[in-house]
């Protein structure tokens, strides 16, 4: 009933208020520092980072742009390794008189490719403190930069298909480089899964006829970045299969430098936000995923065979073999006062064994929402990140908003039309067992302005609260508190990250933590184990209309006149307490 309070997870620091400040704010008595930078360098070998004199060659070497997931895998007491994926690159705040894909010079085309990716940096404690710092000398024999030209490998069912196969690669087993890797997770067995999400942005020439095309929005133009011009691949007109290989969970082993990444075709295909695993009761492996596109699904995949702890080379075969599903939500009336209901997980593939009506297995993996259309999947308002909370069992889902949704078209999971501010839905599965292929659900949260008679805040007393809006990513601390970053606040402030209990007498009682920079969105985040410390990657400084190299409207996390820098960031007490005291 309350075993957060019962560990001492009783949150007691003063709320952030909403500001419109180019400042990362944190609560009296907390402390924040950027750990790594855009253009630090990531390999030993990488220069210094010189906004005015930028190479591919350099940006290959160095820590990318627009930092999303984080996550770090402690290395004893005070060092630890940080994974960082980078979703995207914003020309237009990296290089000045940018006026897009078609007049950019090539090297600035070939630098936004090296933006991309991830990089597995060593960080350092410092002092006594929860502050980390970026390892900046010696070997660093585990820092990496993946990039969008880093040779890959399917696996799974769908490796090898003919649905994956390019003139550059016949087999359909080797792509090339990830793109828009948004949100992520880590495996049991220490590796990260990281999520490709809207990757349909990066192509051009798409079919305008092919429904498949259609079904996950390939551009029919030639807009946007126009990798095209350095990467023949990108067009689409003359390597169409090249999409297909774009849109999966890709599977990366941060102690390996050497390692090939690797695409799990089982887990699907689609605008992946993150993937988050569990395990079931009797010892299977479930990774819960979300489709993050307006009126899209929500996904888990359930592995075929069980997690054995510490038989590593037998838990790394369980991302290639399981079952497929999507999420089927119904509301059991407004009568009671409650969004909430009950929902059953519908089966699309298992194996290699189609469950949807002519389909193969393979057509099921890499055209998954079409496969999930037939079965009658529930339309949300955008699924973003999921976690399952370590105390009680339920899954958070955070939903972020959806403004195409109409009166017509609510149903008691997406309660109201015109969704700007989004909602967090939970889902406990039948006997807490993430197997289990039905669940009850409900929404502990509707976000917005508190005053907004349409919001929710799990019953608690609405005028205590913070507003939010647009939650994006979610995390748990180890006493089951749940926390919410935030991405387009629509309330008018900055984006921020808050905290809300999901249990006792303070279930509901959301506060803010903190506010990241003008034009910025929070992602992360992470509750260090030992719960001293909170990374945040603070995306896009700067990303406000009109916004230009010659009139940053950012200049975090350097100050002064400096361009911004999207970065990770570090929030620790000054006196070392928990993380909420
Ligand atoms: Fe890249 Fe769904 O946020
Ligand atoms: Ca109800
Ligand atoms: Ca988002
Ligand atoms: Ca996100």
């Known amino acids: 009933q309350s075993q957060g309070w019962g560990r001492g997870g009783r949150l007691t620091f003063t709320p952030v208020p909403p500001n419109k400040d180019d400042v990362l704010s944190v609560p009296s008595g907390y402390l924040s520092a950027a750990v790594v930078r855009w253009g630090d360098p990531v390999l030993p070998d990488a220069p210094a980072f010189d906004f005015d004199n930028q190479t591919a060659e350099a940006q290959a070497r160095q820590f990318g742009y627009n930092c999303d997931f984080v996550t770090v895998f402690p290395m004893g007491h005070s060092r630890a390794l940080m994974w960082v994926n980078h979703e995207y690159s914003d020309e237009n705040l990296m290089f000045r008189g940018y006026t897009g894909g078609a007049a950019a010079t090539e090297e600035q085309i070939r630098i936004g490719l090296a933006a991309h990716g991830g990089s597995v940096v060593e960080i350092e404690r410092a002092g006594r403190t929860g502050q980390w710092k970026l390892v900046t000398k010696g070997r660093r024999r585990y820092n990496r930069r993946i990039t969008a030209q880093t040779p890959m490998r399917f696996s799974g069912p769908a490796a090898g298909s003919d649905l994956l196969k390019t003139a550059a690669d016949p087999e359909g087993r080797t792509p090339v480089g990830m793109l828009n890797n948004c ?22 020439l798409g079919s305008a006829t092919d429904p498949n095309a259609k079904r996950y929005s390939l551009p029919t133009g030639t807009a946007g970045r126009r990798f095209d011009r350095v990467e023949e691949r990108f067009d689409l007109s003359k390597h169409p299969n090249e999409a297909n290989r774009f ?173 700007k501010h989004g909602h967090v839905l939970e889902i406990m599965e039948h006997r807490n067992d993430a197997a289990a292929t039905t669940f009850t659900w409900s929404l502990p949260l509707i976000c917005g302005d508190p005053n907004d008679p349409t919001t929710y805040f799990a019953g608690f007393d609405k005028t205590k609260v913070s507003p939010i809006s647009c939650p994006d990513n979610v995390a748990f601390d180890g006493d089951g508190n749940l926390w919410i970053s935030t991405d387009g606040n629509q309330l008018g402030s900055n984006d921020g990250l808050f905290v809300m209990p999901v249990q006792g007498r303070e279930r509901g009682y959301l506060r803010q933590f903190l506010t990241v920079p003008l034009g910025a969105e929070t992602c992360g985040p992470l509750i260090s184990q030992d719960q001293r410390s909170v990374f945040v990657a603070v995306q896009h400084p700067g990303e406000l209309a009109g916004a230009n190299p010659d009139a940053p409207a950012s200049h975090w996390p350097d100050g002064g006149s400096s361009q911004p820098r999207p970065s990770v960031a570090v929030v620790w007490h000054s006196q070392g307490k928990k993380i909420g005291a």
């Not at 049991?188 to 490709?196: F, I, R, Y």
């Not at 993937?275 to 299977?284: E, Y």
Request: aromatic share 10%.
């Open 183 to 204: 949100a992520g997770g880590t495996t049991p067995w220490g590796t990260v899964l990281t999520a490709e999400e809207n990757f349909n942005q990066y192509f051009v």
């Open 247 to 419: 849109g999966w969970i890709v599977e990366i082993d941060p102690f390996d430098p050497d390692s090939t990444p690797i695409k799990r075709t089982a887990l699907g295909r689609f605008a992946h936000e993150a993937a988050t695993t569990t395990i079931a009761k009797d010892g299977r492996l479930v990774a819960y995923m979300g489709d993050d596109t307006r009126f899209e699904y929500i996904y888990k995949f359930v592995s075929k065979n069980r997690y054995i702890p510490g038989h590593d080379r037998h838990n790394r075969t369980l991302l290639d073999e399981g079952t497929l599903y999507v999420a089927v939500f119904t509301g059991d009336g407004a009568e009671d006062g409650l969004h909430d209901g009950t929902g059953e997980w519908k089966k699309l593939v298992s194996g290699d064994v189609s469950d949807v009506e002519g389909m193969t297995a393979e057509e099921v993996l890499v055209f998954t929402r079409v496969a999930a259309d037939k079965k009658g999947a529930t339309r949300m308002d955008r699924p973003e990140d999921i976690e399952r909370n370590p105390v009680t069992g339920g899954v958070f889902v955070a939903l972020t908003n959806n403004s195409n949704r109409t009166a017509a078209e609510v149903d008691e999971a997406n309660p109201r039309p015109s969704n």
